[in-house]
Nanobody, 126 residues
């Protein structure tokens, strides 16, 4: 059992940066693939970024490539999402997720992840 707690959201102007963190309050992130998803009002929850536990490979949604970076600190049992050059379209609630070492439905699919945080709001003003 893993319980995830996100932090770091807030209000930022376009072009600014935020760093989200996701810590395990119960359990460990070790031996879990980690992902970040986001959901804007009235829209489906969508994939943002992920990191593979085995080899550290990273994956990004096309619109965030070159702007967002996912990383993990195993000693701190924490995953991060560094978000630079933020745009109004990045406004959403951001969720971190942990899943088993095999992607049952692929790295980009939310059903590949079993544990979810409560979400943190990111608002980017123009």
């Amino acid at each position: 059992q893993v319980q995830l707690v996100e932090a770091g959201g807030g209000l930022v102007q376009a072009g600014g940066s935020l760093r989200l963190s996701c810590a395990a309050s119960v359990g460990t992130l070790s031996f879990h693939n980690m992902g970040w998803f986001r959901q804007a009002p009235g829209k489906e929850r969508e994939f943002v970024a992920a990191q593979n536990w085995r080899d550290g490979s990273t994956y990004y949604e096309d619109s965030v490539k070159g702007r967002f970076t996912i990383s993990r600190d195993n000693a701190k049992n924490t995953v991060y999402l560094q978000m630079n050059t933020l745009e109004p379209r990045d406004t959403a609630t951001y969720y971190c997720a942990a899943g088993p070492l095999y992607y049952r439905a692929g790295v980009y699919d939310r059903t590949s992840y079993d544990y979810w945080g409560q979400g943190t709001q990111v608002t980017v003003s123009s």
